[in-house]
């Protein structure tokens, strides 16, 4: 059984960047997506865009376009995020899931807490 | 784009059953997933493509669809199954995933 592990909490100051990176464990993303879902405090939660490892190519949201990258390392079965020019609003919990458009996001990390503050 | 609608919060007693609305246009033609999000813990998908059930999701949680409606259903509500709920689906239009808002589930 594939297991999702991402990185630990980051504090980032507002106009700074963070990369937030989801390593599958057990397996590997195989031809699955990686997808990046936020989750702000209190509030819903909001698809970022996804990544095909296995075509090599991100898949961004439009509001997220400008200011995010997807990348993935197949050697290590890592997924990175990579979002810049942060603001408070940033603030959130992130998600990484891996799953297609038939069977939904059936695998997700534990989240990762970015806190944006000056 | 597609927009989802679901109720904010539906209460019940244990035992009862909860049905969890999720509307949208053009809904019919889409796959509609469901999650359940516990407090403090990462989503867990309870239903997929409208009607199927994950393994190890228990037979109480079902998903329907009629017209542009979809409905998780949870029989014999229990105390574990507070949490909130969100549906999902691929909005072909713009090539992303769209979440509804979200319905908080309370057990009395």
């Known amino acids: 059984q594939v297991h999702l592990v991402q990185s630990g909490p980051e504090a980032k100051k507002p106009g700074s960047s963070v990369k937030v990176s989801c390593k599958a464990s057990g397996g590997n993303f195989d031809s699955d997506s990686v997808s990046w879902v936020r989750q702000a405090p209190g509030q819903g939660l909001e698809w970022m865009g996804r990544f095909i490892p296995f075509l090599d190519r991100p898949n961004y949201a439009q509001r997220f376009q400008v200011r995010v990258t997807f990348t993935a390392d197949k050697s290590t079965n890592t997924a990175y995020m990579e979002l810049r020019s942060l603001r408070s609003e940033d603030t959130a919990v992130y998600y990484c899931?891996?799953?297609?458009?038939?069977?939904?996001?059936?695998?997700w990390g534990q989240g990762t807490r970015v806190t944006v503050s000056s | 784009s597609n927009v989802l609608t679901q109720p904010p919060s539906v209460s019940l007693a244990p035992g009862k059953t909860a049905a969890i609305t999720c509307g949208g246009t053009?809904?019919?033609?889409?796959?509609v997933h469901w999650y359940q999000q516990r407090p403090g813990q990462a989503p867990v998908l309870v239903v997929y493509d409208d009607t199927n059930r994950p393994s190890g999701i228990p037979e109480r949680f079902s998903g329907s669809i009629s017209g542009n409606t979809a409905t998780l259903t949870i029989s014999r509500v229990e105390a574990g199954d507070e949490a909130d709920y969100y549906c999902?689906?691929?909005?072909?239009?713009?090539?992303?995933?769209?979440f509804g808002g979200g319905t908080q589930l309370t057990v009395l």
């Open positions: 999902q689906v691929w909005d072909t239009s713009s090539d992303e995933w769209v």
């Open positions: 053009t809904l019919g033609n889409k796959g």
């Open positions: 899931a891996r799953g297609g458009l038939y069977f939904g996001l059936d695998i």
